[in-house]
């Protein structure tokens, strides 16, 4: 399940983006200003960041460079939320390292639709980094040298699910990709994880790469 942090000072807004995106199978954590988005960040990186740019304490600019500052929040999409929808700032924004400039009021369906888009680059840019890494620790092991990866002590189902997060999909793509409801996606992740004694998505990705498991090839 991907986590999103809503970052806006007004209440009313993130209440029902939060309802909104719940629905759809987010996890969904909210701040009221850029310095409380910015510690929520520092604890628990979110997978996507969606944020007004005029706020108090800290607003979204501030909060975008702060947040891009730091090593974990290099790759993390962002998109800004604007009721001033001039030139200049989207400028600012793109130039702070925001990917995407949504002017208020705006239709729910069109943040949605901005937010898959994110992710799913952000799929993509992780699965090819976790590639090109599983590529270049091939190169630098002799072939006798390599050990075989251990079965994985999984049913059939659930290592169908593995391989796919282990691709960086969402729990709705990979629902869609195999034909099963995103709450049976989180269950199988929920057995994978425990058998596995792993905590998230993370540490699974990282277990896969460590470990030598690699995809096959119709994935």
Same mark, same amino acid.
């Given at each position: 399940? /991907?986590?999103?942090l809503?970052?806006d ?7 029902? #983006? ?5 629905k ?6 909210d701040?009221?200003?850029? #310095?409380? $988005?910015?510690?929520i960040?520092? /604890?628990?990186? *979110?997978d ?7 706020m ?5 600019f501030?909060?975008c460079? =702060?947040?891009r500052?730091s090593?974990? $929040? !290099? ?6 939320? &604007? &009721?001033?929808g001039?030139?200049e700032?989207?400028i !600012?924004?793109?130039?702070?390292g925001?990917?995407d400039?949504?002017?208020?009021p705006?239709?729910? @369906?069109?943040?949605?639709?901005k937010?898959?888009a !994110?992710?799913?680059r ?11 890494? =599983?590529q270049? /620790?091939?190169?630098?092991?002799e072939?006798?040298? @390599? *050990?075989?990866p =251990? *079965?994985? *002590? ?7 699910v593995?391989w796919?997060?282990? =691709? $960086?999909y969402? +729990? @709705?793509q990979?629902g869609?990709?195999?034909f099963?409801?995103?709450r049976t996606?989180q269950?199988h992740?929920? +057995?994978?994880l $425990?058998?596995?004694?792993?905590? +998230?998505?993370? !540490? ?6 460590? +470990?030598g498991?690699?995809?096959p090839?119709q994935?």
């Amino acid at each position: 399940m /991907k986590k999103i942090l809503i970052v806006d000072d007004d209440i009313t807004l993130r209440t029902a #983006l939060t309802r909104y995106l719940e629905k759809r199978d987010y996890l969904v954590r909210d701040a009221a200003s850029g #310095l409380e $988005g910015l510690a929520i960040f520092e /604890k628990d990186p *979110p997978d996507l960041i969606v944020s007004d740019v005029m706020m108090p304490e800290m607003d979204g600019f501030e909060f975008c460079r =702060q947040m891009r500052a730091s090593r974990e $929040g !290099q790759l993390i999409p962002l998109i800004f939320l &604007s &009721s001033r929808g001039d030139v200049e700032d989207r400028i !600012q924004g793109h130039i702070l390292g925001a990917d995407d400039y949504l002017i208020k009021p705006f239709e729910p @369906r069109e943040l949605v639709a901005k937010i898959e888009a !994110q992710l799913e680059r952000s799929r993509r840019i992780h699965a090819e980094i976790v590639r090109l890494m =599983q590529q270049a /620790k091939v190169m630098t092991v002799e072939p006798e040298a @390599r *050990p075989m990866p =251990q *079965p994985l *002590p999984l049913t059939p189902a659930e290592e169908k699910v593995f391989w796919e997060v282990v =691709q $960086g999909y969402t +729990n @709705r793509q990979i629902g869609d990709r195999l034909f099963i409801s995103p709450r049976t996606v989180q269950t199988h992740l929920s +057995n994978i994880l $425990g058998k596995l004694n792993l905590d +998230n998505r993370a !540490q699974l990705v990282r277990f896969a790469f460590e +470990n030598g498991y690699q995809a096959p090839e119709q994935h």
